[in-house]
């Protein structure tokens, strides 16, 4: 069964109760925890190819600052955020060398970071947004009959969901009962 959840919705004076959505409310909130995974994924491989470029564009005088780009994996509680970074314990150095546009360097440039994130931003961008609506895909593509789940062709219009389904039939219901319950109170 799942957990009740209460919904209160107004229109005019009419109000009505929809229970029982908790296997509903389970089903969303497992939705958006895997939406969360991909996503997460996603921006780490995009976060790996920034400081895989921004490797090409570090200034090198004995390589040690080239050797300290990393990316730290996203966290799965609070905002989805990848931060590329180089430096380590000598932070202020390469800082230093990568907002400092007066220093000449023979090989590499100032804004070695931010010059790869601008270039790969939209790639990754798209990346991302591919590999959710992929996700959402393979989602769509389980809720079908075990018949049509075998098509490798995407699925244009899946239509509602066995969730959206659900949802819709016990609003239509609620809806129903609300005008009945108003029909009989106006008599």
Known sequence: ?????????????????????????????????????????????????????????????????????????????????????FGGPAAPYALVQHERMDFHHTTGQAKYLETAMHELAPAIVQEVTDQIEAFHQSYARASLPASQRNSAAPLANPGPTPTERFLNRQMASEARSARRRARGARR
Not at 12 to 26: K, M, N, Q, V, Y
């Open 1 to 85: 069964m799942g957990r009740t959840i209460t919904r209160w919705h107004s229109v005019a004076d009419i109000s009505f109760e929809i229970r029982g959505l908790g296997t509903t409310a389970d089903a969303i909130t497992a939705l958006v925890e895997a939406d969360r995974k991909v996503i997460r994924r996603a921006l780490y491989v995009g976060g790996e190819k920034v400081v895989a470029r921004a490797k090409e564009l570090v200034p090198v005088d004995e390589g040690i600052l080239r050797g300290t780009g990393h990316v730290a994996l996203p966290g799965l509680a609070g905002d989805l955020v990848v931060q590329p970074t």
